[in-house]
C-alpha cells in the first residue's frame, strides 16, 4: 500500500461502502485507517448499538494519510445504510449517483426524496475523480437472512454498477461472532464451514464469485493492534484498490 500508485492520471481510487443498517461499513473504514497509521483510530463516526436505522447520515469522503504531508491515493466514502421498506433508508437512486459522481461530499441522505438535479449538493459535470471506481457490498456474518426489499435494492445497485462496468466485492464483516473458532483465533476463517456457509449465502444472494468475498474482523473491543486482524483487513483492502486501479486504466 505505501508503494502504490495508480495507473491513470486519477489522483485517488474511490471506493463506495454499501450495505445494510448497522453491519460495520463505518468500522471498517476505522479499521482500514487504523492498520495504516499502525494504532487504533475512530475517524467514522460508528454505532456499536443495534438499531434498524441507520448511523451515517450524510456522504462522506474519507481520505487516509500516508505522512505528514501526504494522502494514500485511495478514498472510501461511507454512506446511509439501506432498511428495510420503502422510503427508509438510503434511496437507491441516490446511491446511482454517486456511482456516477454526481453527489457531492457532505450531502445529507433523505430518505423521502433523491438528490434532484437543481439540488445545490448534485455535481452536474463529474470528473473521472468523482466517480466510484469500486463498489463493495458489506454485510455482517452474524446477521440472519437478508430482508427481500433490502436485498432487492442491493440487486438494483448491483445491476447499474454492472452497467457500468464498476468492479464490486463483498465484505463479510464480524467473522467472530458466527464461529467459536474464529472468535478465539482468527487464523481459522478459512477453516469455519459455518463461515464458509454464510460466504456462499452473500455470493448466491448477490451473484457475486465466491473469491471476491472477503472475510474481515473489524476493531471493535480492541485497544492495540493485532496483526492477524490486520492481514484480513489488508488482503481486503489490496483487492479493492487493485480492482479500482484496473478500472480505471480503461476510463
Do not use: W
Request: aromatic residues 8%; glycine residues 6%; negative net charge.
Amino acid at each position: 500500500m505505501k508503494n502504490f500508485q495508480p495507473q491513470s492520471e486519477v489522483k485517488a481510487i474511490r471506493v463506495l461502502l454499501c450495505g445494510p443498517v448497522g453491519v460495520g461499513k463505518s468500522s471498517l473504514i476505522n479499521s482500514v485507517n487504523s492498520v495504516l497509521q499502525g494504532r487504533i483510530t475512530n475517524r467514522a463516526p460508528a454505532s456499536n448499538t443495534t438499531s434498524d436505522q441507520s448511523f451515517t447520515k450524510k456522504y462522506k469522503t474519507y481520505n487516509f494519510k500516508k505522512d505528514r504531508e501526504n494522502n494514500y491515493p485511495f478514498v472510501f466514502n461511507d454512506i446511509m445504510g439501506l432498511e428495510d421498506g420503502d422510503e427508509r433508508g438510503i434511496r437507491t437512486d441516490d446511491i446511482i449517483l454517486a456511482l456516477k459522481g454526481h453527489v457531492m461530499d457532505g450531502y445529507k441522505f433523505k430518505s423521502s426524496s433523491s438528490l434532484s438535479a437543481d439540488d445545490p449538493d448534485y455535481i452536474s459535470s463529474p470528473s473521472i475523480s468523482d466517480r466510484v471506481h469500486v463498489l463493495v457490498y458489506v454485510y455482517s456474518a452474524d446477521s440472519p437472512q437478508m430482508k427481500p426489499s433490502v436485498l432487492q435494492k442491493m440487486k438494483e445497485v448491483r445491476e447499474e454498477a454492472s452497467d457500468l462496468e464498476i468492479p464490486q466485492l463483498g465484505i463479510l464483516s464480524h467473522i467472530d461472532k458466527v464461529c467459536s473458532e474464529t472468535e478465539s483465533d482468527v487464523k481459522n476463517v478459512y477453516m469455519s464451514k459455518d463461515l464458509n456457509e454464510k460466504m456462499n449465502d452473500f455470493s448466491s444472494s448477490l451473484g457475486i464469485p465466491m473469491n471476491c468475498i472477503l472475510p474481515v474482523k473489524n476493531y471493535s473491543h480492541e485497544t492495540q493492534l493485532n496483526p492477524d486482524i490486520g492481514t484480513l483487513i489488508l488482503n481486503a483492502l489490496k483487492m479493492m484498490i487493485d480492482f479500482g486501479d484496473d478500472y480505471i486504466d480503461t476510463l
